[in-house]
């Protein structure tokens, strides 16, 4: 970290961070992004982050897919309620992000999400890359 330039070399309390390799080097490798598998990492009980910041926010993990069908010739989305609730609020997204009644976020589609909006405001910065299509467009047509 004392060369990445983000960190300060000179700065005495550098020696007291772990180096980013070191500390994800027992998680569950991908061969993308971080190269963390996130999901897998926390059903394996290898990390247990934070759900909430206030103390009094109640967490409620939702275990419910949603399949999102307007995604053109790909392959359908599925959107598991679950892996996310275990990790962020429903606050965190709705409704700022998205509509909680179904068909309620109408005009999302990838142009936004590349753009950082929707999906895209988690997915490729803290989360897997945008680049791994398929494991959103996971729900093949009949």
Known sequence: ?????VHDPANPAIKLLQEPAEAL??????AV?????WVQALEQ???A??????????IKVLDQD????????????????KQHTEWLDCSNCHEQLFKSKAG???????????????????HGAVSFPLTECKRCHSVERK
């Not at 970290?1 to 330039?5: P, R, S």
């Not at 992004?33 to 598998?37: A, C, I, L």
């Not at 309620?104 to 988690?122: A, D, H, P, R, S």
């Open 1 to 5: 970290m004392a060369k990445d330039g």
């Open 25 to 30: 080097a027992k998680l569950p490798p991908d």
């Open 33 to 37: 992004g971080n190269r963390v598998r």
């Open 45 to 47: 009980g290898l990390i």
């Open 49 to 58: 982050p934070r759900t909430n910041i206030l103390p009094d926010t109640k």
């Open 66 to 81: 949603v399949i999102m069908p307007r995604t053109g010739e790909m392959p359908m989305v599925r959107f598991p309620h």
């Open 104 to 122: 309620g976020t109408k005009q999302m589609n990838m142009f936004q999400i590349l753009q950082g909006e929707y999906c895209g405001v988690c």
